[in-house]
């Protein structure tokens, strides 16, 4: 439960290489076999237990349940839709590995100097939706894996490429 303190704060930090996802989309993206991010653990309202049965089931590792009040406090802010998780960030994959593995007509996306969570997160999206291969960032951009950015990118970055 300690890695779930004062997330505001702490999941800029990287924490050992961890991330911290929110909400049930981006759960079932980590739960499900295609993801390329590991599960650690999951934090989850009491009352969304019964309803996310099926992915919790899916996910492969323990799962916390607390009233809500508890998570607020645990967490440090209001968590509204009851969900958390933490995964293990992947290992960057090496770029000419990733670029040979692309088809002949492949589309590569190339991010420079972004440092807003929501707009990296829209271009995952988007990226996502116009079937790129992958998405490479250079050293200034945010990290992709802060859970706004992956809220956003309804989970793309744990996703694996197509």
Known sequence: M????QIRERDLTGRRGLFVA???VVLNVLAS???????V???IAEQRIETLRPVLERLAAPVYAAGQ???DAVAGFPIHRGILALGEKPAEPDLADLL???PGDGLVVAVCGVGNHDNMGGIFRNAAAFGAHAVLL???CCDPLYRKAIRV????PCARPS
């Open 69 to 71: 009040g508890v998570m």
């Open 33 to 39: 076999p295609q993801s390329r991010c590991r599960a």
């Open 138 to 140: 250079d050293a200034h």
């Open 2 to 5: 300690a890695d779930y303190r």
């Open 153 to 156: 990118s309804v989970a793309r």
């Open 100 to 102: 040979t593995a692309a």
């Open 22 to 24: 929110e909400g049930a």
């Open 41 to 43: 653990s999951a934090l």
